[in-house]
């Protein structure tokens, strides 16, 4: 509201954007697909909160880096975004993604208890920047750029291990 204020009141020229679940390789532990792979390259369980039916659409980092470009060269001012990559899946396809391709029974994850106030389902509507920027995600195959991401916290060990301390 402050930055549609500025904008409005000042004429400054400002763009908001509002993006979906972003994954790949350098993303802090705290987040979901980081969290995964490395209690499984540290030979732990990952966690799955509830019975995870909770829904995101998730895009490739690089996806939304090139998004916000687009908004900060070629966005009207004013303008909010929606970033999407059409890419739903739940968290516990997510995470059953992660055990196969780490080599590990679909089922050897450790159910928590949900979070308070965990949100079902986070969907947008990107067609505002695809019809108006040409902006339409690149890499659209979840598998693949999941397998990169896994790669990535594979060989950079000392990386996301300091993130833990």
């Given amino acids: 509201m402050l930055v549609r204020a500025w904008h409005r009141?000042?004429?400054?020229?400002?763009?908001?954007s509002n993006c979906s679940n972003n994954y790949?390789?350098?993303?802090?532990?705290?987040?979901?697909?980081?969290?995964?792979v490395?209690?499984?390259?540290?030979?732990?369980?990952?966690?799955?909160y509830g019975d995870?039916?909770?829904?995101?659409?998730?895009?490739?980092v690089e996806d939304h880096v090139t998004a916000i470009w687009a908004i900060l060269t070629r966005g009207r001012a004013g303008e909010t975004y929606l970033i999407g990559a059409e890419g739903e899946r739940s968290?516990?396809?997510v995470l059953q993604d992660i055990l196969?391709?780490?080599?590990?029974?679909?089922?050897?994850?450790e159910s928590v208890s949900d979070r308070p106030g965990h949100d079902l389902r986070y969907a947008l509507d990107a067609s505002k920047i695809q019809r108006e920027l040409g902006?339409?995600?690149?890499?659209?195959?979840f598998e693949e750029g999941l397998s990169e991401?896994?790669?990535?916290?594979q060989q950079h060990q000392s990386w996301w291990k300091r993130q833990l301390k």
Wanted: charge should be positive; avoid cysteine.
């Fill in 135 to 141: 902006r339409k995600p690149l890499h659209t195959n």
């Fill in 91 to 93: 968290n516990l396809e």
């Fill in 100 to 109: 196969h391709m780490m080599g590990k029974d679909e089922d050897w994850f």
């Fill in 9 to 16: 009141t000042y004429g400054l020229f400002t763009t908001i």
């Fill in 52 to 60: 995870g039916r909770n829904v995101r659409d998730w895009m490739y």
């Fill in 24 to 36: 790949g390789p350098y993303q802090h532990v705290e987040k979901i697909i980081p969290r995964q």
């Fill in 149 to 153: 991401t896994i790669a990535w916290y």
């Fill in 38 to 48: 490395t209690r499984i390259l540290s030979g732990e369980k990952p966690q799955l």
